[in-house]
DNA sequence: TGGTACATGTAACATGTTACATGATTAG
DNA sequence: CTAATCATGTAACATGTTACATGTACCA
């Protein structure tokens, strides 16, 4: 008898899709959104791509379209050759990450750049790096207070971004002067 | 007098080239190794894409192919152009890093793998990671004790390196048990 | 009832990846 | 002279980005 043709391999992304929509069904919107709260700093997808994805699955039946909501809201739910798919996925060995960093770029030509431009460039990055910080300890805050254990998964993925940032920000703190300016820290106006 | 059309931006990948072509003609070949030896860790370039990068800037004149060597070896030059072209690139503000990285995809969907799976995916990144810090090390050991003073630009993206595979190493550490493994650490056979 | 935020999608393009094809040079 | 390594390139495809087009629902 022959064996239904087995389903292409997914990309992170679309897998990372099924993963969401195991808690239930959800729109492109709304995956977006979810993506966003709890991926978004060590993967990243457009509105675009979701939507191109989810079209894509609904066409090979891993994913279904649920009857549209108010305002053409399309909610998605998993199938499940989409859960066998995603099992699939997440038991392969997952691949070395890429850094994409340009700042490192602009540090690394630096001596083409006047000095004093590369500083205010670097003080910049330097700013955005302590409001992610910020950002990530609240939300560690939060989930440790949240009553209900945290889920350790989570957790862990969180605490990645917190000992990132916390290095991104020990390394901006150590760069010679020149390439650092002299750091006087500007709160908010 | 109708000024010339001013060259259209550059992608990240092609300035690096340009980069690079500053030191001198370089052929394709050799502007993938010297990229992967100064900005593989933060931007990652495939042989296809400069050789693609290398002709589209050949024919916007930013580089010059030089007479053919042996074996058909072609020095890419830049050109005054190219040098103009590269300075605008450079004094932007560089955009924010991307990070994609699986490892913490799979991690953060740990709930759906059996534990022991995910410890020997864990406990294998670990290892990728400390054999990048120990290449780090050396390198930065290298540098330091090269005669020479060494460039505080290439050192600064280096000490980078160095402080993202300490943090990493740190965090998987400091992973609970149920997601690190027992963390036994087997050298080589 | 008008503006703002929500929501979905397409199109065009840029970039990144993988596989394939071809051949030259050099060391042994 | 032959195998390994060096070298260049193309083709096909996958993924990621940006801009545009369209319209709905909610709130003041």
Known sequence: MPSPAPDPPLNATAASLLGFLHEGPLTGWDLVATAQRRIAGFWSLTRSQVYRELAAMAATGLVEAGPPGPRERRPY??????????????????????????????????????????????????????????????????????????????????????????????????????IRGDQSVRGPS
């Open 77 to 178: 739910a998993i199938t499940p050759r989409g859960r066998a798919a995603f099992g699939r996925w997440l038991d392969q060995d997952p691949a070395e990450e890429t850094i994409r960093f340009p700042l490192l770029l602009s540090i690394g030509f630096g001596r083409h750049l006047p000095a004093a431009r590369l500083e205010a460039i670097v003080a910049r990055h330097r700013e955005i790096h302590a409001e992610r910080l910020a950002r990530y300890e609240h939300a560690h805050t939060q989930m440790r207070e949240g009553g209900a254990p945290p889920d350790p998964y989570r957790l862990a993925t969180l605490e990645f971004g917190l000992a990132y940032e916390r290095a991104a920000l020990s390394w901006f703190a150590a760069l010679p002067k020149a």
